[in-house]
């Protein structure tokens, strides 16, 4: 009787995963509601605050088109660029919890940021002519 009904409870929380995992929808709006309490945050960030603002299915569209979602039926990864970030969630019972820590994300921007300047200032020494 105790197998049936630990089986019986194991399959009922599976189920509740598998019926909980946040899908795709779900996860954009969840960016967007993000994006806009920063907007708020940052005030001179007035572009921002208009966009998310006035054209919320857009952003929408564009938050879908950066992401990537890896569903394993009872929860989800997904990986959205942003501008420089790169952000790493987990979707389970229709929450959303980081993968990283914001430090790790803010090192991954900077990383990212001085790698493009350097790129940047080898490719004009690149462009420049050799004075002979």
């Not at 009872?74 to 942003?82: I, L, Q």
């Not at 987990?90 to 790129?119: C, H, M, S, W, Y």
Request: net charge neutral.
């Amino acid at each position: 009787m105790k197998f049936l009904s630990g089986t019986i409870i194991v399959v009922a929380l599976l189920g509740l995963l598998a019926f909980t995992n946040p899908k795709m929808d779900t996860y954009t709006q969840f960016i967007w509601t993000q994006m806009a309490r920063q907007a708020e945050k940052e005030e001179q960030n007035w572009l921002g605050q208009l966009l998310v603002t006035l054209f919320p299915d857009s952003v929408n569209n564009q938050i879908a088109k950066q992401t990537i979602r890896d569903d394993y039926v009872f929860f989800s990864f997904y990986e959205t660029n942003v501008g420089d970030q790169r952000l790493k969630f987990v979707g389970i019972l229709n929450n959303f919890f980081p993968t990283e820590t914001k430090e790790k994300i803010e090192q991954d921007a900077a990383k990212r940021l001085a790698e493009r300047e350097a790129a940047e200032k080898a490719r004009q020494a690149a462009a420049m002519p050799i004075a002979q």
